[in-house]
Structures are given as structure tokens and as C-alpha cells.
């Protein structure tokens, strides 16, 4: 492991345009459950329920109960591999964070540029009387699993994207871009499976960046790694900054 780490952190610091890209593997150590690999939501939600915008407009109740499983149950907070992230783009290694996660850690932990590509649990609205609420406003409807709109409106929809929607046009477009400069890629925590945010990947790889992969389980397209980290997100990000700003390696 030491010597991939040294090897890893020094095609870091060399590059020009370093770029991370995260799934829900990145939060698991915070107490977020991933959908796929071990434990994950999928075996224990129904998913045409819980995740497809029909069903939310049908009967939003699954997906508050899964959300309440996802983000609620405890208070949620970044490890250290998310704060190592963003120290390292304060200091200068890192151009930014294409996530897949809709939990908001990367930018309590710090990090300012960060692509959301499937959106924030954050900001909600009514889909009848377009009244906006924010995640804290909700939370006590939301533990008690229906989140109703004081119009009496049960559609109260996070700006989340759910199956069967489109992502965020302007977000993809910024991601496809900063993943067309990228000449370094970290692929943390994504089983690479959900498109297009899986392509993102792919381009930065087309383009000829180096790529690590950190992930628990070997995933998709492991053509594409240089590096391959069968290890924990958090652990493994947080050796990396030591060896970037730490300075025990020139
Ligand atoms: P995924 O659930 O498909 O895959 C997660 C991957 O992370 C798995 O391969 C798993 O082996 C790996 N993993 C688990 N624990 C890890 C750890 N401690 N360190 C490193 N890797 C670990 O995730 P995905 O590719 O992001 O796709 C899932 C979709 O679900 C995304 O679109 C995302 O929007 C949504 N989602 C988001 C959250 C969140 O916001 N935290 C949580 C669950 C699902
Ligand atoms: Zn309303």
C-alpha cells in the first residue's frame, strides 16, 4: 500500500488539473447507507418505490421512509477523508468534486467547488403551490416518515434527481467540461453503474488522465485504473493528504 501511495500522490501533485469524483461509497463512513454493494438501501427498499419520480408523485411515503434511513437518522456529519479533500483544494490540488451524492458533506466539510450532479436533499418545493422549504424546515415531518406542504399539498419534492428525471443541465455541462480538462481522476466510492454520471469517468479516461479507483469492491471498468485502492474511502484519502501536505514525500 505504501508504495501505491507514494505513486498515487505523486502523479497528484504533478497534475495540472486534479479531479475527484464521488458516489455514495464516500459517505458510508459517515453513516449514510450506499444503494448497492454490502448493506446496502436495495435490499431493504423498494426501489420503483422509494427512487422513481412517478411513484414520489403517486405516494411520496417510500421515499420518506428510505430518505429518513438516509440522511436522518443521526445526526450526519463529514469523516476525514471528506475534510482531507477539501484541504487539499485549499491548498491548491485539487480543481474540484463531481459527486453523485445528495447529502451535502463535501461542502460541510469544506469544499467549495463541488458538482452536484444529482442534486441537494438541501433546498425542497411544493410541486402544487411552489412554496420552498429548506431540509431543516422538514426534518421533524420527515422523522415522522409524510412531509406534508402547509397548502395541504403532500408533493413536497427535494431537488433531488430521482430515476426516471433528468439531471441538472447547467451541473452536467460544468462536470463534462472540468472532466474534459482533467488530467488526474480519483473515482471514490461509485459502483459506476448510474449514467450518465458514470460516463463522467470515462471522458477524463478518453482524454489520457491517470485515474485512481478507491472503492471496497472492485467495480466497473477496471480497465481504466492505474491505481486500484480495495480499501476504505476514508482511510485511504486521508494517507494521501499526508503525502501531498503532509510532507514526508518531495
Ligand atoms: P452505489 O451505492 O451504487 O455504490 C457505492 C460503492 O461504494 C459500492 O461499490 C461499494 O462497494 C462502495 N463502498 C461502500 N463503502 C465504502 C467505503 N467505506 N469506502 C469506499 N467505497 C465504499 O453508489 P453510486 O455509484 O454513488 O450510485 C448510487 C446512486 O445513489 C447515486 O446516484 C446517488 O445519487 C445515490 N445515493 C446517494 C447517497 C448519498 O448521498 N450519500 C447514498 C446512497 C445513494
Ligand atoms: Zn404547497
Same mark, same amino acid.
Given at each position: 500500500?505504501?508504495?501505491?501511495?507514494?505513486?498515487?500522490?505523486?502523479?497528484?501533485?504533478? /497534475?495540472?488539473?486534479?479531479?475527484?469524483?464521488?458516489?455514495?461509497?464516500?459517505?458510508?463512513?459517515?453513516?449514510?447507507? =450506499?444503494?448497492?454493494?454490502?448493506?446496502?438501501?436495495?435490499?431493504?427498499?423498494?426501489?420503483?418505490? /422509494?427512487?422513481?419520480?412517478?411513484?414520489?408523485?403517486?405516494?411520496?411515503?417510500?421515499? @420518506?421512509?428510505?430518505?429518513?434511513?438516509?440522511?436522518?437518522?443521526? +445526526?450526519?456529519?463529514?469523516?476525514?477523508?471528506?475534510? /482531507?479533500?477539501?484541504?487539499?483544494?485549499?491548498?491548491?490540488?485539487?480543481? &474540484? !468534486? #463531481? =459527486?453523485?451524492?445528495?447529502?451535502? $458533506?463535501?461542502?460541510? *466539510?469544506?469544499?467549495?467547488?463541488?458538482?452536484?450532479?444529482? &442534486?441537494?436533499?438541501?433546498? $425542497?418545493?411544493?410541486?402544487?403551490?411552489?412554496?420552498?422549504?429548506? @431540509?431543516? %424546515?422538514?426534518?421533524?415531518?420527515?422523522?415522522?416518515?409524510?412531509?406534508?406542504?402547509?397548502?395541504?399539498?403532500?408533493?413536497?419534492?427535494?431537488?433531488?434527481?430521482?430515476?426516471?428525471?433528468?439531471?441538472?443541465?447547467?451541473?452536467?455541462?460544468?462536470?463534462?467540461?472540468? *472532466?474534459?480538462?482533467?488530467?488526474?481522476? #480519483?473515482?471514490?466510492?461509485?459502483?459506476?453503474?448510474?449514467?450518465?454520471? /458514470?460516463? !463522467?469517468?470515462? #471522458?477524463?479516461?478518453?482524454?489520457?488522465?491517470?485515474?485512481?479507483?478507491?472503492?471496497?469492491?472492485? &467495480?466497473?471498468?477496471? +480497465?481504466?485504473?492505474? @491505481?486500484?485502492?480495495?480499501?476504505? *474511502? %476514508?482511510?485511504?484519502?486521508?494517507?494521501?493528504?499526508?503525502? !501531498?501536505?503532509? &510532507?514526508?514525500?518531495?
Amino acid at each position: 500500500m505504501e508504495e501505491k501511495l507514494l505513486s498515487v500522490s505523486s502523479a497528484w501533485k504533478k /497534475a495540472n488539473y486534479p479531479l475527484v469524483f464521488t458516489g455514495a461509497g464516500m459517505s458510508a463512513e459517515s453513516g449514510v447507507p =450506499t444503494f448497492r454493494g454490502k448493506d446496502g438501501l436495495w435490499d431493504r427498499f423498494d426501489v420503483e418505490k /422509494a427512487a422513481y419520480l412517478q411513484s414520489f408523485l403517486e405516494d411520496p411515503g417510500p421515499f @420518506w421512509k428510505m430518505a429518513r434511513e438516509l440522511v436522518l437518522k443521526k +445526526e450526519v456529519n463529514p469523516h476525514q477523508g471528506h475534510r /482531507a479533500l477539501a484541504r487539499l483544494e485549499e491548498e491548491g490540488y485539487l480543481q &474540484g !468534486i #463531481i =459527486t453523485q451524492n445528495i447529502d451535502g $458533506l463535501h461542502q460541510k *466539510a469544506g469544499s467549495k467547488e463541488v458538482y452536484e450532479l444529482h &442534486g441537494s436533499l438541501d433546498k $425542497l418545493d411544493c410541486l402544487d403551490c411552489q412554496k420552498k422549504y429548506t @431540509w431543516e %424546515e422538514i426534518s421533524p415531518d420527515v422523522e415522522k416518515g409524510e412531509v406534508n406542504c402547509e397548502c395541504g399539498s403532500r408533493k413536497v419534492k427535494p431537488r433531488i434527481v430521482f430515476f426516471g428525471e433528468n439531471l441538472p443541465r447547467e451541473e452536467l455541462d460544468r462536470a463534462f467540461f472540468a *472532466a474534459e480538462q482533467c488530467d488526474f481522476l #480519483i473515482v471514490v466510492g461509485s459502483s459506476l453503474e448510474v449514467y450518465p454520471a /458514470a460516463s !463522467i469517468p470515462q #471522458i477524463a479516461w478518453q482524454r489520457g488522465a491517470r485515474m485512481a479507483l478507491i472503492n471496497t469492491e472492485q &467495480g466497473f471498468f477496471p +480497465e481504466m485504473f492505474d @491505481w486500484v485502492f480495495l480499501d476504505s *474511502a %476514508e482511510r485511504v484519502l486521508v494517507e494521501l493528504e499526508k503525502k !501531498i501536505l503532509g &510532507g514526508d514525500q518531495k
